[in-house]
């Protein structure tokens, strides 16, 4: 069995199309980010933002920055603060979309860069959204993963899956990202710890910090999303 959460149907009530927030959504690795973005980027026409897809991009380029990006990520290391900030600050100027960023910020350095850039864009961070998943779920759900090179969906597959299986929203090739495998999360899981962690601390007292449950069905996980988008509207 594959399931594609994004086009599955949902019951969640859809109060506004075009919504202007910008949404931080953190969690640990496994935790969704990538999974709820995409839905809320389809349902509020919202600019999803995830800089871990943006530096997959990279590196499928080719480019000899991409190989620079695979060597670091690859390993579940962070890539350097100055290079995430400026990729992104091109990202964001180029939208006036109401934004998800997803996966960014990930150091207490990003998230005051991000402070600055956003002021300097004349814009501001709405709601700061934290995906909570206990540790023990996050290497069975991200073994898993799946994701199609061609649309970029996120797939939760059954164990059992045959290894070729074609995409069953467009068709494309379905493939297990190289940092992925249990060490790696593991790895990936520590830094999480040492490095992003801080970050919640740093938006705790903001007033726009919001704990969500991650360990229920995608569904229920977006309708509290939305149910917090509602109260910033
Ligand atoms: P990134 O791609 O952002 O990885 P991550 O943060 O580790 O998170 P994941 O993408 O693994 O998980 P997710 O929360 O998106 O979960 P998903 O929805 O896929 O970053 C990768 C790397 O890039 C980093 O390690 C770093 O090297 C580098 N990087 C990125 N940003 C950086 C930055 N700002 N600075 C420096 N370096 C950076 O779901 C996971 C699985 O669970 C799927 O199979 C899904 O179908 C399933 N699932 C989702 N929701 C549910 C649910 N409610 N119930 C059951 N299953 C579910
Ligand atoms: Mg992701």
Redesign the pocket.
């Known amino acids: 069995m594959i399931?594609a959460?994004r086009s599955a149907g949902l019951n969640a009530v859809l109060f506004v199309k075009d919504l202007k927030v910008n949404i931080v959504l953190m969690?640990?690795?496994?935790?969704?980010?990538?999974?709820?973005s995409a839905k809320l980027q389809d349902v509020f026409h919202l600019k999803h933002i995830?800089?871990?897809?943006v530096?997959?991009a990279e590196i499928a380029s080719g480019s000899a920055l991409g190989k620079e990006i695979a060597g670091?990520?690859n390993k579940?290391?962070?890539?350097p603060?100055e290079l995430?900030i400026s990729i992104l600050e091109k990202i964001v100027k180029a939208t006036d979309k109401g934004i998800i960023f997803?996966?960014?910020?990930?150091?207490v350095a990003?998230a005051k860069a991000l402070d600055e850039m956003m002021k300097r864009l004349q814009r501001e961070i709405t709601e700061v959204v934290m995906?909570e998943l206990p540790e023990s779920e996050v290497v069975s759900?991200?073994a898993?993963?799946?994701q199609c090179r061609k649309c970029g969906e996120?797939?939760?597959v059954a164990p059992d899956a045959p290894a070729s299986s074609a995409c069953p929203v467009c068709g494309g090739e379905l493939y297990t990202?190289p940092?992925?495998t249990p060490e790696r999360v593991k790895h990936?899981l520590e830094?999480?710890h040492t490095e992003t962690l801080p970050v919640k601390n740093f938006y705790q007292n903001s007033g726009k910090y919001v704990e969500i449950n991650?360990?229920?069905?995608?569904e229920?996980?977006f309708e509290d999303i939305v149910r917090v988008l509602k109260k910033v509207k």
């Open positions: 399931f959460f969690g640990c690795p496994g935790a969704g980010k990538g999974t709820q995830s800089t871990g897809d530096l997959r670091i990520i579940g290391n962070l890539v603060d995430m997803d996966g960014f910020p990930r150091t990003q995906i759900r991200i898993s993963r799946r996120i797939l939760h990202r940092d992925d990936r830094v999480y991650g360990n229920q069905t995608p229920q996980v």
